[in-house]
């Protein structure tokens, strides 16, 4: 059985606290028929992360760390994983990898992997680390950072943001991706972080249109069509970049929902995701390797 377009829409509004699980469980009743059962439409709709991981964190070609560093307008101190290939050699560019709203969970961590394959050094933080860390499942992962100051948690990550500026195995060059809650960050980064070079917000809500002038870096924004609660935020946004003559390109992906790069849930859109990724990395070399 593939998940309806309603069942995906109910899974966004769920994994976004638009609705507590009590009500997503019982609107997900109404499709539980033939003898599937609401906990099994429930299972289809959850996260996978062991079958699509594309590359393990054991995997030899990498060099990977969880690291700590500090971050004193914000947690106090933090905590993230730090990535690069290991055949790697002098300094690389850096991307820095953003969550989404539940902390940094094994898809995260993947993506981050990923980056480096691309000859990155990457840094996945984890937003959850001053409670303990991202706890092995979402929904208690979202409950989580859903406890924390949202301020103190976007100084976290223009705190991660110095680490790469400044870190040893870095030429300096930082870009920064993120997904969903991560691509708001992503926007704000571009906004707060004058030395970053480049930024791949993916779904996440645009900045104010007041803040635009302040963006120092060109940005690529990646969006899925049905997403209209995130993509309302960006024609105003993207105006007021153009009007300021900061360069922006905006991406929409027909048919496509809210999480799409997500390879590990059903909102998962292959061609969307690889053209997207290959648009991103691109978008990297031109700004940070180039």
């Known amino acids: 059985m593939k998940p309806?377009?309603?069942?995906?829409d109910l899974y966004n509004a769920y994994a976004h606290s638009a609705i507590d699980r009590r009500t997503f469980l019982d609107r997900l009743s109404k499709y539980a028929v033939g003898g599937v059962t609401v906990a099994m439409l429930a299972e289809m709709l959850a996260p996978k992360y062991a079958e699509a991981q594309q590359f393990r964190e054991d995997d030899p070609q990498f060099r990977g760390e969880r690291i700590v560093y500090k971050s004193p307008d914000g947690a106090g101190e933090m905590g993230g994983y730090l990535v690069r290939r290991a055949d790697a050699k002098g300094r690389l560019p850096a991307i820095l990898v953003v969550h989404e709203n539940r902390g940094l969970n094994p898809h995260i961590a993947d993506v981050a992997r990923r980056a480096a394959h691309a000859g990155y050094l990457a840094f996945a933080p984890d937003a959850l680390y001053p409670l303990g860390g991202y706890p092995g499942d979402d929904d208690t992962g979202r409950e989580m950072q859903a406890k924390r100051d949202r301020a103190q948690m976007l100084n976290d990550f223009v705190a991660a943001a110095d680490v790469l500026l400044n870190h040893p195995e870095s030429t300096g060059r930082v870009g920064v991706t993120g997904f969903c809650y991560g691509g708001s960050v992503a926007c704000q980064l571009a906004i707060r972080v004058p030395r970053l070079a480049?930024?791949?917000?993916?779904?996440?809500?645009?900045?104010d249109p007041a803040d635009a002038a302040k963006v120092g870096c060109p940005?690529?924004?990646?969006l899925a069509s049905n997403d209209e609660r995130v993509n309302v935020s960006w024609p105003?946004?993207?105006?007021?970049?153009?009007?300021a003559g900061k360069p922006v390109t905006v991406h929409t992906y027909p048919d496509t929902n809210h999480g799409f790069h997500n390879d590990t849930t059903p909102r998962f859109a292959p061609e969307a995701a690889k053209l997207?990724?290959?648009?991103?990395?691109?978008?990297?070399?031109q700004h940070l390797k180039g």
């Open 198 to 207: 480049a930024s791949v917000p993916y779904y996440g809500s645009a900045g």
């Open 4 to 8: 309806t377009q309603e069942m995906l």
């Open 219 to 222: 940005m690529m924004v990646n």
């Open 236 to 243: 105003p946004f993207e105006a007021a970049l153009k009007a």
């Open 276 to 285: 997207s990724w290959e648009r991103t990395i691109a978008f990297f070399d």
